[in-house]
């Protein structure tokens, strides 16, 4: 079976890196993106609701998993229902630039965002683990690092190319609500297209699919779930991996930090800084997958270590360049964390079809998930009077919340050897 994984070995790659090249380009947009976050801000989004956004996307993310699990488990070919997905999630970012086109009034534009990008949480939701568990199928065992390192790669050079584009973008037309409405439009359908060309992979039928499944929706899920809650060392790995969130919300607010008390011009934090974080997630692609350097537990650790020193430097070091250095780190860590997670999944679950536990994982962690964005833009709130002292205070809270899953990672045997 890996033999044939291998056969089509380089067409898998460039079919999944045509695929993230073009959503590359439109992921510093909409994606855990300084854009998004200086864009609400410019309506007058509070702290709170700013955090909104990354606690959204992880809500849609984490429940709407529930039933793409269900949705894909009779289907033995992943491809076709991979493609549909992508492409509804990124006609859903069309939608919003084609109405922010016809809304005349500013105070209208944050409900029409929060129910586009509702709706574009959603369908990620059902998305991402039926993707993950296809990646993860049409390469073989030994090249399942290597080919999403290439495929990242391909990823983060669309994100550059990008940074780049946003950079002129903004310091032109600052945030108009018609220029971004373009900048939408124009992100959706990258998105779209780019969705079209998982049909240039090759996907293999494994002999050890599971039979047909005809259970009811409660009863599959409430099997998956039993089977999750009884695999002690899944449970532990989602345990050490939940500050990936904490990396999700430090990249929610820091440009704003940065922009608020530091003197860094908005169009440098919406464009230099993202250039910065995909260089970074690049040179990760490169020698830690590509090149495939370090076992996974090495490369899951140094991700948490790095994060630590960062936050570090948030709270002790901000300034123009600390920024650039932070925003290049913050790259390597969330590169590190998106490619050792899909390996670690299908191996720890030990299963063929891991969609169940790519689907439910997601809801043990929601608690921390949505919570920690929102928490963190609350208190900002509450301790505006501080300054830039809150940001501060909660940057170090952080990096204590990320010893803990040091410490937890230290503790779980990898099976990598």
């Known amino acids: 079976m890996d033999k044939q994984k291998d056969k089509y070995f380089k067409r898998n790659v460039f079919g999944v890196g045509v695929v993230e090249f073009f959503w590359g380009l439109g992921f510093p947009i909409v994606l855990e993106s300084t854009f998004l976050q200086l864009f609400l801000k410019n309506l007058g989004a509070s702290g709170f609701v700013i ?26 070919f992943k491809k076709p229902l991979v493609a549909l997905l992508h492409l509804i ?71 550059v190319v990008s940074s780049f584009f946003i950079l002129k973008v903004v310091e032109k037309y600052s945030f108009s609500l018609n220029s971004s409405a373009y900048v939408f439009i ?37 099997q998956s779930f039993v089977e999750i809650l009884n695999n002690r060392r899944f449970l532990k790995f989602l345990a050490a991996d939940l500050d990936f969130y904490v990396i999700l919300t ?14 860094v011009r908005p169009s440098v934090a919406a464009g230099v800084f993202v250039g910065c974080i995909y260089s970074g997630s690049i040179t990760v692609n490169i020698f830690l997958g590509a090149l495939n350097l370090l076992r996974l537990k090495q490369k899951f650790i140094l991700a948490k270590c790095i994060t630590f020193l960062l936050l570090v430097l948030l709270a002790f070091l901000p300034g123009i360049w600390a920024f650039f250095l932070i925003s290049y780190m913050l790259g390597v860590v969330r590169a590190v964390r998106n490619m050792v997670y899909p390996p670690m999944v299908k191996k720890f679950s030990g299963k063929t079809d891991s969609t169940p536990y790519f689907a439910l994982a997601p809801i043990l962690t929601i608690p921390i998930g949505s919570g920690f964005p929102l928490v963190f833009g609350k208190l900002l709130d509450t301790l505006s009077f501080m300054h830039q002292d809150a940001y501060k205070i909660l940057f170090l809270c952080s990096a204590l919340f990320l010893v803990v899953t040091l410490y937890l990672s230290l503790r779980i045997d990898f099976l990598d050897q």
């Open 51 to 76: 955090g909104i956004v990354p606690a959204l996307f992880i809500f849609g993310i984490s429940t709407f998993p529930l039933f793409s699990s269900y949705l894909s488990r009779n289907h033995r």
């Open 89 to 159: 999630s990124g006609l859903s970012i069309v939608l919003f630039g084609v109405a922010l086109l016809v809304v005349s009034r500013s105070e209208d534009v944050l409900p029409l965002f929060f129910f586009c990008y509702t709706i574009f949480s959603l369908c990620m939701g059902l998305t991402i683990p039926i993707w993950l568990n296809f990646l993860v199928r049409i390469f073989s065992v030994g090249k399942t690092v290597p080919g999403l390192g290439y495929m990242m790669l391909a990823q983060n050079i669309g994100k």
């Open 186 to 222: 124009v992100t959706g359908l990258l998105f779209s297209v780019g969705s079209l060309c998982f049909f240039l992979t090759k996907e293999i039928a494994d002999p050890h699919d599971p039979e047909r499944d005809n259970l009811s929706f409660l009863r599959h899920t409430r």
């Open 250 to 263: 430090t990249l929610s607010f820091y440009a704003n930090y940065a922009t608020t008390y530091y003197g």
